[in-house]
């Protein structure tokens, strides 16, 4: 049996959350959108891209300051909880900061 790569995509997730180190962001909710990309090798056992999406969405009950903590928190704790991912790349846009524009940031592993 031969090991293939796959790839999971997890495109415009929304979310309303908490995160910014100013004082309105801290206060309220705004929406974010997920987009990512995760490379894996099914040996044993299938990537549940349902368990993906649920653990993207509860990492923002954490209500993290700045987009480069939540990034940080995916780039360590991805790798634990879902040990068949090999690469991936995750990137959060915050859609509401500015009228004109998104501000988005990205990370990847490894």
């Given at each position: 049996?031969?090991?293939?790569?796959y790839?999971?995509?997890?495109?415009?997730?929304?979310?309303?959350?908490?995160?910014?180190i100013?004082?309105?962001?801290?206060?309220?909710?705004?929406?974010?959108?997920?987009?990512?990309?995760f490379?894996?090798?099914?040996?044993?056992?299938?990537?549940?891209?349902?368990?993906?999406?649920?653990?993207?969405?509860?990492?923002?009950n954490?209500?993290?300051?700045?987009l480069?903590?939540?990034?940080?928190?995916?780039?360590?704790?991805?790798p634990?909880?879902?040990?068949q991912?090999?690469?991936f790349?995750l990137?959060?846009?915050k859609?509401?900061i500015?009228?004109?524009?998104?501000v988005?940031?990205?990370?990847?592993?490894?």
């Open positions: 049996m031969s090991i293939k790569n790839e999971i995509s997890l495109e415009d997730l929304e979310l309303e959350v908490i995160i910014g100013l004082e309105k962001e801290r206060e309220n909710k705004q929406k974010i959108k997920i987009d990512a990309r490379i894996y090798q099914k040996k044993e056992e299938f990537l549940d891209y349902r368990h993906l999406r649920e653990f993207i969405k509860n990492a923002f954490q209500k993290f300051l700045l480069e903590d939540a990034l940080e928190y995916f780039y360590r704790e991805i634990r909880n879902f040990p991912i090999e690469r790349s990137r959060i846009c859609l509401e500015f009228e004109d524009c998104k988005c940031m990205q990370i990847s592993y490894p």
